[in-house]
Nanobody, 124 residues
Framework: VQLVESGGGLVQAGGSLRLSCAASTRPFSNYNMAWFRQAPGKEREFVAGINWSGGGTYYAVSVKDRFTISRDNGKNTVYLQMNSLQPEDTAAYYC??????????????????WGQGTQVTVSS
């Protein structure tokens, strides 16, 4: 399974970005998906997750009500819409996939496949 993220960049505080993660696997609906992020000198942290159908989502407290995760199983793609971005959101953002039906897990070790990451930088 290959995951390729895109959509990162430099944005001012209060701005928005939309990340995309395209997966090579079929059927894409066999996988629960998540976004993690890692800032320099910090551990990788869970941002948002979505179940196989898109009917269930879960967010880290720090991004809830600002970020929205969604997926299009027909396009093998998961998205992360990020609004009201703040400098503390600056990090490399990674897409992750986990096969199975256990639902959304927030620990990175449970995810089998990872993308290469896309950098998001928010200036103050």
């Amino acid at each position: 399974v290959q995951l390729v993220e895109s959509g990162g960049g430099l944005v001012q505080a209060g701005g928005s970005l939309r990340l995309s993660c395209a997966a090579s696997t079929r059927p894409f609906s066999n996988y629960n998906m998540a976004w993690f992020r890692q800032a320099p000198g910090k551990e990788r942290e869970f941002v948002a997750g979505i179940n196989w159908s898109g009917g269930g989502t879960y967010y880290a407290v720090s991004v809830k009500d600002r970020f929205t995760i969604s997926r299009d199983n027909g396009k093998n793609t998961v998205y992360l819409q990020m609004n009201s971005l703040q400098p503390e959101d600056t990090a490399a953002y990674y897409c992750a996939a986990r096969p199975g039906s256990l639902g959304i897990l927030t620990t990175a070790d449970y995810y089998t496949y990872w993308g290469q990451g896309t950098q998001v930088t928010v200036s103050s």
